[in-house]
T-cell receptor
């Protein structure tokens, strides 16, 4: 079965520190990849997505992610985090065939301290 | 971009009663919608796939008689939690993709926080 693994359950960083959140998926076929953010008390927002082409994807709020096909990975990065980046981050994968649902990772909680 | 609207955003009900949650695609037709459930501080777990004009497909462990799904039109899917119990309290989220072709992202409703007392 298709699965998505997020390695870090809770990450605590100081403001201006660099961020990298890991995401690996198990499906071997063609996939679309996503990162979503959920701020406290709010619904999911799309940060960025990868469908094809350049494996380095830039999203909103200074986030980027790199698709490494050989490693089945899609890690999220940000050079310098801010306190407002405190949120839950979810990696998600869609198998690129038919009208299939997103499969989510367990999420990583990011806490940014001043 | 495409919009998926969910209603209500919050509902409190008594144990034993039923609650209906609506999910609408506002500017596109969705032959398929997906229902997720999110427990506090956990990830979204797919409950079922709602197909317009046919029966929903439930994930393993999800009781189809408890979580009734109706997808009567191309823009509306409903989830009814029947005989709700406190353990059904959760955040329910619907989603729809723009189509069946490749490279289409999913859009999410705002979610419904259900509290059963």
């Amino acid at each position: 079965a298709q699965s998505v693994s997020q390695h870090n359950h809770h990450v605590i960083l100081s403001e201006a520190a660099s961020l990298e959140l890991g995401c690996n998926y198990s499906y071997g076929g063609t996939v679309n990849l996503f990162w979503y953010v959920q701020y406290p008390g709010q619904h999911l927002q799309l940060l960025l997505k990868y469908f094809s082409g350049d494996p380095l994807v830039k999203g909103i709020k200074g986030f980027e992610a790199e698709f490494i096909k050989s490693k089945f990975s899609f890690n999220l990065r940000k050079p310098s985090v801010q306190w407002s980046d405190t949120a839950e981050y979810f990696c998600a994968v869609i198998r690129n065939s038919g009208n299939t649902p997103l499969v989510f990772g367990k999420g990583t909680r990011l806490s940014v301290i001043a | 971009g495409a919009v998926v609207s969910q209603h209500p955003s919050r509902v409190i009900c008594k144990s034993g009663t039923s609650v209906k949650i609506e999910c609408r695609s506002l500017d596109f037709q969705a032959t398929t919608m997906f229902w997720y459930r999110q427990f506090p501080k956990q990830s979204l777990m797919l409950m079922a796939t709602s197909n317009e004009g046919s029966k929903a497909t439930y994930e393993q462990g999800v009781e189809k008689d408890k979580f009734l799904i109706n997808h009567a039109s191309l823009t509306l899917s409903t989830l009814t939690v029947t005989s709700a119990h406190p353990e059904d309290s959760s955040f329910y989220i619907c989603s729809a993709r723009l189509g069946v072709t490749k490279n289409t992202e999913a859009f999410f409703g705002q979610g419904t926080r259900l509290t059963v007392v």
